[in-house]
């Protein structure tokens, strides 16, 4: 990390009085240079206070580290991205541009929505919403693999974990394996109100399927899923009672019904 | 059915909406994105030991994040970018302090609010949970840059410079508040160490 400079290319002064707290901070935070540092180092074999006084700032630092380092081992704390207060509402456009400010690379800002042929909707915007969340979160994860380990985790029971934290309710990856395809990573997106699940499987062909799911129903329950195309993806999405679904690849429809089916299959309904 | 998605309503995802953050943050560079990406975490970490209380340091966070993406323009040295995000939250958390002192205290300081987790024992928890108390008797400016040292490991001329105080100042505080530790944890181990048994 750019600030963590140990020791310090900088080195302070000397202090005048090598036992003092300045210089047995200066000195416990790596900030003498190598000379002075040596000198408060002889010094301690001597003196007692200082010794005691070195030990206990070491002491300090690491209690101030194990009290708030499990910032850092926490999912990233996307959400807090997200916008609050004046901007509640919520388009798919925003949602899009932070799913890409979240990933980052240019993956992110090459999602040419404009592109896209000026249809009217059909759906609800809402629903609407939720898929081209997911289809932009697809677009963005199928070419930029590299934050996988930053923002979520390819440990089936971590992953679990977290995005049960995230989401509030408990969630349990789907197994594809039967398909060939294996889980390869997952992580937490905004979704509107809520944050939403990603998992992402890959096939050994290096075919990418993401399954983006909601905890909370968005649409009617029919039976049956709903099929859309962005650009070259292909979205099969239903909802349940509890959650919403979508499956996000450029795959033939048939062989991505087969795939829904097996997660229906495991959702219990 | 193929339908294709557009919202007509809308221009395209350009950066014209007024007011809008994201779309400001969508004119970072991807590298920036990044980076900022990369930072949250150690944000996070940071104001926990400002504010002692879950809920309050996601809002300076959160906060921080909002005026720092509306505040990017000012931002010239790209390299500069990790600093400046603290000093954005550091100037908050100044702030509302400030705006606080008058009133009821802004941030309660309440030990079972920051989880003392990832300690093996009881005992060491049991000392976790002594720091967080102690670091909430430390003066705001000492609580300051010794967290910032702690845990961002900058040197002092870097936490100088995010502090915004001269270097002298950041020593002689640290040196304020590891003393004042120092001198409290001692009476807190000895005070437990009576209490128990």
């Known amino acids: ?269 | 059915m193929h339908v294709h998605l557009i919202d007509t309503s809308c221009p395209p995802m350009s950066l014209r909406a007024p007011g809008a953050r994201i779309d400001r943050a969508l004119m970072m560079t991807p590298d920036r994105q990044r980076a900022i990406v990369e930072v949250m975490p150690h944000l996070r970490r940071y104001s926990r030991a400002l504010t002692l209380n879950l809920d309050a340091a996601d809002e300076l966070v959160q906060d921080c994040l909002e005026r720092a993406l509306n505040k990017i323009h000012l931002l010239k040295d790209e390299t500069r970018l990790r600093p400046w995000l603290f000093t954005v939250m550091l100037n908050i958390f100044r702030n509302q302090l400030r705006r606080s002192r008058n009133g009821p205290q802004l941030v309660a300081i309440d030990s079972e609010q920051i989880p003392a987790n990832s300690a093996p024992t009881v005992e060491q928890g049991a000392e976790v949970k002594l720091i967080l108390a102690l670091l909430g008797q430390l003066p705001e400016d000492q609580r300051e840059v010794l967290t910032l040292v702690a845990l961002e490991e900058v040197s002092y001329q870097q936490a100088a410079e995010i502090l915004e105080v001269p270097i002298g100042t950041v020593m002689s505080r640290l040196a304020r508040a590891r003393e004042r530790l120092r001198t409290m944890m001692d009476s807190g181990v000895q005070a437990k160490r009576h209490g128990n048994d």
């Open chain 1, 1 to 269: 990390m750019a600030m963590t400079n140990r020791p310090s290319h900088h080195p302070i002064a000397p202090p005048a009085d090598l036992a003092s707290p300045e210089a047995a901070g200066a000195y416990v935070d790596g900030q003498l240079d190598p000379a002075t540092a040596r000198a408060v180092e002889e010094r301690m074999a001597i003196d007692g206070e200082l010794r005691a006084r070195v030990e206990s700032y070491r002491r300090q630092k690491a209690e101030i580290r194990a009290l708030f380092d499990d910032a850092l081992r926490e999912p990233s704390p996307v959400h807090l991205l997200l916008p609050r207060r004046r901007e509640r509402q919520w388009t798919w456009r925003m949602a899009a541009a932070v799913a890409g400010l979240l990933i980052g690379g240019a993956a992110g800002a090459g999602i040419s929505w404009q592109m896209m042929q000026p249809e009217p909707p059909v759906l609800a915007a809402e629903t609407e919403g939720f898929v081209a969340r997911a289809a932009s979160a697809h677009a963005v994860n199928a070419t930029e693999a590299i934050f996988s380990g930053q923002l979520g985790s390819d440990d089936p029971q971590v992953l679990a974990g977290w995005l049960a934290q995230g989401l509030g309710v408990p969630v349990q990856p789907p197994s594809l394996e039967s398909a060939e395809f294996e889980l390869v990573g997952g992580r937490l997106l905004p979704d509107a109100a809520n944050a939403a699940a990603q998992f992402i499987y890959q096939r050994a062909d290096g075919t990418r399927l993401t399954l983006y799911v909601r905890a909370t129903r968005l649409g009617v329950v029919e039976p049956g899923f709903k099929w859309q195309s962005v650009e070259k993806l292909r979205v099969c999405f239903w909802f349940t009672d509890s959650a919403s679904f979508a499956m996000v690849a450029e795959m033939p429809q048939k062989e991505m019904k087969a795939l829904a089916q097996m997660v229906v299959g495991q959702d219990g309904g």
